[in-house]
């Protein structure tokens, strides 16, 4: 198993851009997220997923939109790139059965708007 | 509003001593937390869990305590090893779909 796959691993963009920040699992977790880490900063919650077809907003959702057409797929969108958005992202998966079981995480991406 | 910390944003030790981290929760009704390693540059790595009906809980080289009664959550690491410098976080349960994440304590350690 690959475990969860984020791409890119970096990325700058420019003030007023798009882009896409992409997310896999491989192992049949029915949650997924979308974390920001900032500098000395804990992780902050963007938005999550219970299952396919479904997300719900976190702490910090202003700016973000997410999709989870399939079980696997869970991509972070970024429609008006601001500076304030300059950040490590992760991408996390967990299966749930009864109750919280720990995450799994993907390596990041750190992303600058400049 | 709820949350977790920790009380030492660092912590340095020498190499083969043991190493303590505490963090502190404020939600009462928090009843299963986590700590997770992160090395720079990577993803945050789970290490050890408890739940509330425990308050204590071993694994290789780890130990978590838990008291409940003045909120607080330590991870102790025996004889560490240079490979365990890192960020340490705890999170505790927020709702059933997620964990609140402290801001971390950087684990030094010296040759």
């Known amino acids: 198993n690959a475990g969860v796959t984020q791409t890119p691993k970096f990325r700058i963009l420019k003030i007023g851009q798009s882009m896409t920040l992409q997310c896999a699992q491989d192992?049949?977790?029915?949650?997924m997220y979308w974390y920001r880490q900032d500098p000395g900063m804990g992780l902050k919650l963007i938005y999550y997923?219970?299952?396919?077809?479904?997300?719900d907003k976190g702490e910090v959702p202003n700016g973000y939109n997410v999709s989870r057409s399939t079980t696997e797929d869970f991509p972070l969108r970024l429609e008006l790139a601001a500076p304030s958005q300059t950040s490590v992202y992760f991408c996390?998966?967990?299966?749930?059965?009864?109750?919280?079981?720990?995450?799994?995480f993907g390596q990041g991406t750190r992303l600058t708007v400049v | 509003g709820e949350s977790v910390g920790l009380h030492l944003p660092t912590l340095s030790v020498q190499e083969g001593d043991n190493s303590i981290i505490n963090c502190a929760y404020s939600?009462?009704?928090?009843?299963?937390f986590i700590w997770y390693k992160q090395e720079s540059g990577k993803g945050p790595q789970f290490i050890i869990d408890?739940?509330?009906?425990?308050d204590k809980r071993q694994g290789q080289r780890v130990t978590v305590l838990l008291n409940k009664t003045v909120k607080h959550l330590s991870l102790q690491i025996a004889a560490t090893q240079p490979g365990d410098s890192a960020v340490y976080f705890c999170?505790?349960?927020?709702?059933?779909?997620?964990?609140?994440f402290g801001a971390g304590t950087r684990l030094t350690v010296k040759p």
């Open positions: 192992m049949n977790h029915n949650y």
């Open positions: 997923s219970v299952g396919a077809g479904i997300t």
């Open positions: 999170a505790d349960k927020y709702n059933n779909n997620d964990m609140r």
């Open positions: 408890i739940r509330s009906n425990m």
């Open positions: 939600n009462s009704a928090s009843d299963y």
């Open positions: 996390a998966s967990r299966i749930s059965v009864t109750g919280l079981t720990e995450a799994f």
